[in-house]
């Protein structure tokens, strides 16, 4: 909330609980790590707002898996992107 870029990384072997730690699911208690944080950031931008603050983000959501790369945020169809790892 302070002009900081930040990352959130979630390593670890399959099936130990990753995607579910950081989306969850469904919703007050079962919510994971990014529901709640963009949550509370909204709730802090809107009030800051309203004290004459001014806002821009930017939010991606990545998934890593076997060096293919996915926008999980995006609509449609995902373009896997092969990345080398040197």
Known sequence: MDGYNVCLFSYGQT????????????????????PRSIEEVGKTKAKLE?????????????EIYNEKIRDLLRDGKFDEVKHEVK
Do not use: A, D, N
């Not at 099936?15 to 208690?29: A, D, L």
């Not at 309203?50 to 990545?62: A, N």
């Open 50 to 62: 309203r004290e004459g603050w001014q806002y821009e983000m930017q939010v991606s959501y990545l």
């Open 15 to 34: 099936g130990s609980g990753k995607t579910h730690t950081m989306t969850g699911s469904g919703t007050g208690q079962m919510r994971g790590i990014i």
